[in-house]
């Protein structure tokens, strides 16, 4: 008998037949976890009100339910009245999906908030850390620091749940030199969808594992990972230089520049993103000596005509700090929140059509834009990149070889999103796109794009490694507990 049919034979619940209504469905669900003492939030409570609110205002969801777990044996207990009752089953960690997939991505999910499960245990001796998937990015490096000054490679901004990140990839301003945030991922301690605990790794259920690191939302409930730290480099070159393009030409030029500076000459120690918006900077980090950036910065400069800049040289945490735009250490309960559309694309190459393409729509239609609009490009990838390095098939994160990451954003600072401004982001991606015949561009699940049907997204978010996933899927959630609008399987 298996962990499910046992919990729900000791609760005395009868499997919920699939004919049962929307409402006696939830009641069971409730029942269910209310004998299981899993801890929930009562609808209409003043906790509830606030954990429903997503990061993105404009795409909101109305939960089945909503566990907040404290023991993995909750979490598996929350997992089996889920599938019992035939109502899909949704991790939360940081909430920061923009297409708040952590709510779900539609009504009606059960939603497992993970927030209890942040703590953060570093072993200094083997170089490794155990990290809660329920902790922000900012409180994870606080804490990683604290503990014998250790660090792993994540994102930017300090709000984002360590869980959401992890599984999809976890891009930050170290990791062409340290890799994604999934490409240091050990070891996986995961709740399924028949409610046991397995651990994931490369030794232990290595399908699974490979699956978890790039599409992880669909597999499990991740309770905990096993990360690679090191110590961090704490004489950081941090720069941002202004860069004012005049005319479609003078961006084309740039991002020619920076593109063949990505793929060809620039070092894993150099960090950069280009920040194209109504005030455009070029920005990152070096992890090196001054000379030496002063050296490899000077070509590329004086190609794209940059000049100036704001140079400092910054300890470990200050260099979080420069990119985070505010403390570290995070406000609970979490409170932050944009109203944004936003889509992603990750070419291998923008050939010189799609490059001109995207200059001549942004002179054409984003200069004009009063919106608070932006198109970053990440220099992802290139021939010194570790993301890059590592061997394509090694973990579910489809875009290794993706020159640049790039996301266009989308938002106004007060008031609802108007539909009659989608227009504006899926133009420009259709420009580059039309200009690029016969090129497939993957896209970032991490910077979900709600505009996309659910076959758009899995073939852009897993080109080339969708069929594999659908494989294990059916090994490790044939019933499908485990699904949203977009995710593998779905
Ligand atoms: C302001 C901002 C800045 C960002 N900066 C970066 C950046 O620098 N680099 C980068 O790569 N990305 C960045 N992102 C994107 C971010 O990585 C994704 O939005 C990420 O998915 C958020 O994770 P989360 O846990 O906060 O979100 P959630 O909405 O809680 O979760 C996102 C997805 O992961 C699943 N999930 C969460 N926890 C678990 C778990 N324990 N087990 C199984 N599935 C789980 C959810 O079900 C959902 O599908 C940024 C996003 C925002 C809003």
């Known amino acids: 008998m298996g962990y499910t049919t046992l919990l729900l034979a000791s609760l005395g619940i009868l499997l919920a037949?699939?004919?049962?209504?929307?409402?006696?469905?939830r009641a069971a669900l409730d029942?269910?976890?209310?004998?299981?003492?899993?801890?929930?939030?009562?609808?209409?409570s003043a906790d509830y009100t606030q954990s429903i609110k997503p990061f993105n205002n404009r795409v909101t969801f109305k939960p089945a339910a909503y566990a907040v777990p404290t023991t993995v044996k909750h979490v598996q207990d929350a997992v089996a009245c889920g599938a019992a009752n035939n109502i899909l089953v949704t991790a939360k960690s940081g909430g920061h999906?923009?297409?708040?997939?952590?709510?779900?991505?539609?009504?009606?999910?059960?939603?497992?908030?993970?927030?209890?499960?942040?703590?953060?245990?570093?072993?200094?001796?083997?170089?490794?850390?155990?990290?809660?998937?329920?902790?922000?990015?900012?409180?994870?490096?606080?804490?990683l620091y604290n503990q014998g000054k250790k660090a792993i490679a994540h994102g930017t901004c300090p709000g984002v749940g360590v869980g959401g990140l992890s599984l999809h990839g976890g891009y930050g301003?170290?990791?062409?030199?340290?890799?994604?945030?999934?490409?240091?991922?050990?070891?996986?301690?995961?709740?399924?969808?028949?409610?046991?605990?397995?651990?994931?790794?490369?030794m232990q259920n290595p399908d699974l594992f490979w699956a978890l690191r790039g599409a992880g939302s669909a597999f499990g409930i991740v309770t905990n990972f096993k990360f690679k730290t090191f110590t961090p480099p704490e004489s950081n070159i941090v720069f941002q230089y202004g860069v004012n393009p005049s005319s479609a030409s003078q961006l084309a030029t740039i991002i020619t520049a920076l593109q063949d500076f990505s793929r060809n000459t620039q070092p894993l120690e150099m960090n950069m993103r280009l920040f194209l918006a109504s005030?455009?900077?070029?920005s990152g980090v070096y992890y090196g000596s001054r000379a030496d950036f002063d050296k490899i910065m000077q070509p590329l400069l004086s190609k794209t005509g940059i000049s100036g800049g704001q140079i400092t040289t910054n300890t470990w945490i200050n260099t979080l700090s420069s990119f985070a735009y505010g403390p570290l250490q995070q406000a609970t309960p979490y409170d932050t929140h944009e109203t944004f559309?936003?889509?992603?694309?990750?070419?291998?190459?923008?050939?010189?059509?799609?490059?001109?393409?995207?200059?001549?729509?942004?002179?054409?239609?984003?200069?004009?834009?009063?919106?608070?609009?932006?198109?970053?490009?990440?220099?992802?990838?290139?021939?010194?990149?570790a993301i890059t390095q590592i061997?394509?098939?090694?973990?579910?994160?489809?875009?290794?070889?993706?020159?640049?990451?790039?996301?266009?954003?989308?938002?106004?600072?007060?008031?609802?999103?108007?539909?009659?401004?989608?227009?504006?982001?899926?133009?420009?991606?259709?420009?580059?796109q039309d200009a690029s015949p016969g090129v497939d561009f993957g896209m970032y699940i991490n910077y979900a794009d709600t505009s996309l049907s659910k076959e758009q997204a899995h073939g852009a978010y897993w080109i080339g490694k969708y069929e594999q996933l659908v494989q294990v899927k059916e090994v490790w959630d044939p019933k499908r507990t485990f699904e949203g609008p977009q995710l593998v399987g779905s």
């Open 341 to 385: 559309f936003s889509k992603s694309l990750m070419p291998e190459l923008l050939s010189p059509a799609a490059i001109t393409a995207l200059a001549n729509y942004w002179n054409a239609n984003a200069r004009s834009n009063s919106r608070n609009w932006y198109l970053l490009f990440d220099l992802h990838g290139g021939k010194n990149s």
């Open 17 to 25: 037949g699939t004919d049962a209504s929307p409402l006696s469905k």
């Open 31 to 44: 029942d269910c976890l209310k004998t299981a003492l899993v801890p929930t939030l009562a609808s209409g």
């Open 391 to 432: 061997p394509s098939n090694t973990t579910a994160y489809a875009h290794r070889n993706a020159v640049f990451k790039m996301q266009f954003y989308d938002r106004v600072n007060s008031g609802a999103y108007n539909s009659a401004w989608f227009p504006f982001l899926n133009g420009w991606v259709k420009a580059i």
């Open 97 to 143: 999906s923009y297409g708040s997939h952590g709510l779900g991505g539609e009504d009606g999910h059960l939603i497992v908030d993970m927030r209890n499960f942040k703590s953060v245990t570093v072993d200094a001796a083997s170089n490794t850390a155990v990290i809660g998937t329920g902790g922000r990015l900012g409180d994870v490096a606080t804490a």
């Open 173 to 202: 301003l170290i990791s062409r030199s340290k890799g994604l945030t999934l490409d240091n991922i050990i070891s996986v301690e995961v709740v399924l969808a028949n409610s046991s605990v397995v651990t994931a790794s490369e």
């Open 279 to 282: 005030y455009t900077t070029l």
